[in-house]
């Protein structure tokens, strides 16, 4: 059974930091590309960072650098650093797991969620 638990969420204020985890079980982690997506109130969910298994990683480009994803195979588990949090970072964080031989999110997998809000 996969499993993918977010963890580090939380309130914070403008200008601060946190550290998501993600941590994944059922899967082997060195053959899935991982990412984090977000959903503000009222908004679709978005596209945040990906690393891939060749550890490469991929921002949007709205972050402005305030961001960095990383992983750690031994410990089946993803991290997205975030800084110079802004009241717009708001939103629900996901974590998604999708196998390499997939081009869509059709056959990934999600986690829960977590919560980020920034204070203002």
């Known amino acids: 059974q996969v499993q993918l638990v977010e963890s580090g969420g939380g309130l914070v204020q403008a200008g601060g930091s946190l550290r998501l985890s993600c941590k994944a079980s059922?899967?082997?982690?060195?053959?899935?590309?991982m990412g984090w997506y977000r959903q503000a109130p009222g908004k679709q969910r978005e596209w945040v960072a990906s690393?891939?298994?060749?550890?490469?990683?991929n921002y949007a480009s709205s972050l402005k650098g305030r961001f960095t994803i990383s992983g750690d195979n031994a410990k089946n588990t993803m991290y997205l650093q975030m800084n110079s949090l802004e009241p717009e970072d708001t939103a629900v964080y996901y974590c998604?797991?999708?196998?390499?031989?997939?081009?869509?999110?059709?056959?990934?997998?999600w986690g829960q969620g977590t919560q980020v809000t920034v204070s203002s």
């Open positions: 998604n797991a999708r196998p390499n031989w997939s081009m869509t999110l059709q056959n990934s997998y």
């Open positions: 059922g899967i082997a982690f060195s053959t899935y590309t």
């Open positions: 690393i891939a298994t060749s550890r490469s990683t």
